[in-house]
């Protein structure tokens, strides 16, 4: 897929999510001022992409220690490693709950196309 990719393909998809991690770099920013965490917004940009990536490896249950880690890691020298910790956790339930709350949405429309897939299958001729 990467080496079919034309350049437009992926400029396409920056342009996607480029709104997406500005939006989440600037609520970061915002957020960590309520915990008394002053980290400049261009090492916020910098680091937290690498913070997200540590996050989304799969070697730790619900994600937990690995993005600690790193934000410990990258933002140790702006706060005491409490805070950052304390912050790294509240910040993680909070998108937590968000994704649940969002999968508790669309969970009725989900249902009714697994439903009418499930009927599909079933109503389909077997051959032998």
Not at 29 to 36: I, R, S
């Amino acid at each position: 897929t990467f080496i079919q990719a034309r350049p437009l393909d992926y400029l396409m998809v920056l342009a996607i999510k480029a709104p997406t991690f500005l939006a989440s770099v600037v609520a970061q920013y915002y957020a960590l001022a309520l915990y008394g965490i002053a980290i400049p917004f261009v090492k916020l940009m910098l680091f937290l992409p690498l913070v997200f990536l540590a996050a989304a490896l799969p070697i730790s249950v619900a994600h937990l220690g690995t993005s600690q880690a790193a934000w410990l890691l990258f933002f140790s020298t702006n706060a005491t490693p409490a805070k950052i910790v304390a912050y790294s956790l509240a910040a993680q339930l909070t998108f937590m709950l968000c994704n649940a709350l969002i999968g508790l949405v669309f969970l009725p429309r989900a249902s009714r196309e697994l439903t009418a897939l499930r009927a599909e299958d079933s109503s389909a001729p077997t051959t032998a």
